[in-house]
């Protein structure tokens, strides 16, 4: 199983050393001006760019997923497995498809605008696609379930004794919530915005479906590397780069949980 992960990443290690050749082809010498020309602005704008817009799904996704899975937590064990059921829903139909049904949605002929329209509230369609939002509202809706179901797990798990102690001693829902509730499903929160932070960092369908030529992000780049400009050893110098900039990210986050964490135990 190990030859499964750690191989193709290898294989990416090697090439982003390479050459490219006139016609596509890879050429075996070894350089680093694919990593220099990482530096280029232009690739410094996506780079951040991209960050921005993981980080707001990212946060949106814990806005949307924790009330949603908490509201799934305090339902009847027969009816959470309907909801857990329509959560995972959306995993059963091909990505494409599901990107290209919010297109027929947000379009400017599209269901939003046209029942707008008709109720006379608006007299031109709004721009409600190929842009930031459409991009943004795109990422939280696909990954959601990944925020969702770690939170719902850390919500099942958490001890209840423990918030019914505090009603007795007369914390209100909402002290309840933050002092025990939060606390005790920190580790769900933390899976959760791991799995769709890494997801969405990456992800291309999305901002090419939804985002049109308004929206490059860096894994826009890394497929057009690949598959358009044939340049398959920049195409994986980038993909290294963005994996070890993932790989720092995440844990610099989880060292500010961890200190977080201490922080709270002293007080």
Request: proline share 4%; with cysteine; net charge positive.
């Amino acid at each position: 199983m190990g030859a499964l992960f750690v191989l193709p990443m290898l294989m990416i290690a090697i090439l982003s050393f390479l050459k490219r050749g006139t016609y596509g082809q890879v050429v075996y010498e070894f350089t680093l001006n694919n990593y220099i020309r990482i530096f280029d602005p232009l690739y410094g704008q996506i780079f951040g760019d991209t960050l921005v817009v993981a980080v707001l799904t990212t946060v949106f996704s814990i806005l949307c997923g924790y009330p949603l899975a908490y509201y799934i937590s305090r339902l009847e064990k027969s009816t959470q497995q309907i909801w857990l059921l329509l959560v995972m829903i959306p995993f059963w139909i091909n990505f494409l498809v599901r990107s290209y049904a919010w297109v027929i949605i947000l379009r400017s002929q599209g269901v939003i605008n046209t029942f707008l329209q008709s109720l006379g509230i608006i007299s031109e369609p709004l721009p409600l696609l190929y842009n930031s939002g459409s991009v943004l509202l795109g990422m939280v809706y696909t990954l959601l379930p990944f925020m969702v179901l770690p939170i719902y797990v850390s919500l099942e798990q958490m001890d209840r004794r423990k918030l019914e102690a505090a009603y007795d001693l007369g914390a209100t829902p909402w002290k309840a919530f933050w002092h025990v509730t939060l606390p005790m499903t920190k580790t769900g929160v933390v899976t959760g915005s791991i799995l769709v932070f890494v997801s969405s960092i990456g992800m291309f369908v999305v901002p090419d479906v939804m985002g049109g030529a308004k929206s490059a992000l860096i894994g826009n780049v890394i497929q057009n590397q690949f598959l358009s400009a044939r340049d398959w050893p920049f195409g994986s110098a980038l993909s290294i780069v963005l994996m070890l900039l993932s790989m720092l990210l995440i844990l610099l986050y989880f060292r500010a949980t961890k200190a977080s964490e201490t922080k709270e135990g002293s007080a």
